[in-house]
Nanobody
C-alpha cells in the first residue's frame, strides 16, 4: 500500500522558514516525479516544486524560485521542501504527491497524494 505522509507545517511569521517532509512507503521514488503542490481557500491548486525520479530534473514555480528548495533522500525515501523568506501569500495546505509528468506538467497526472499539511504565514 502506497503512503505519502507529510509533516512540518505550522504557523510562522513573514520572513520565517519551515521545512516540510514527505515520507514515502510502498513506492519506489525512482519511478515517479515527486513534489509538492498547494491549495489555498478559494484558489486553484498550484504546483510548487517537483523532482523527477528518472533524471533528477527539478522544477520550481516562479512564485517560489529563490526561496524554496526541494531535495530527496533516497535512503530514507523522503522528500523535503525547505521554505525560506515565507510570505503571507504562501499560506495554504501543502500536499506531497507523485506524478508521471515532470516540470510544469507535474499536476497534470497525479498518481499518489498525501493528506496535506497546513502552512500559515502570519504576524
Amino acid at each position: 500500500q502506497v503512503q505519502l505522509v507529510e509533516s512540518g507545517g505550522g504557523l510562522v511569521q513573514p520572513g520565517g522558514s519551515l521545512r516540510l517532509s514527505c515520507a514515502a512507503s510502498g513506492i519506489t521514488l525512482d519511478y515517479y516525479t515527486i513534489g509538492w503542490f498547494r491549495q489555498a481557500p478559494g484558489k486553484e491548486r498550484e504546483g510548487v516544486s517537483s523532482i523527477s525520479g528518472s533524471d533528477g530534473y527539478i522544477y520550481y514555480a516562479d512564485s517560489v524560485k529563490g526561496r524554496f528548495t526541494i531535495s530527496r533522500d533516497n535512503v530514507k525515501n523522503t522528500v523535503y521542501l525547505q521554505m525560506n523568506s515565507l510570505e503571507p501569500e504562501d499560506t495554504a495546505v501543502y500536499y506531497c504527491a507523485t506524478s508521471y509528468y515532470s516540470g510544469p506538467y507535474y499536476l497534470d497526472h497525479l498518481v499518489h497524494r498525501g493528506q496535506g499539511t497546513q502552512v500559515t504565514v502570519s504576524s
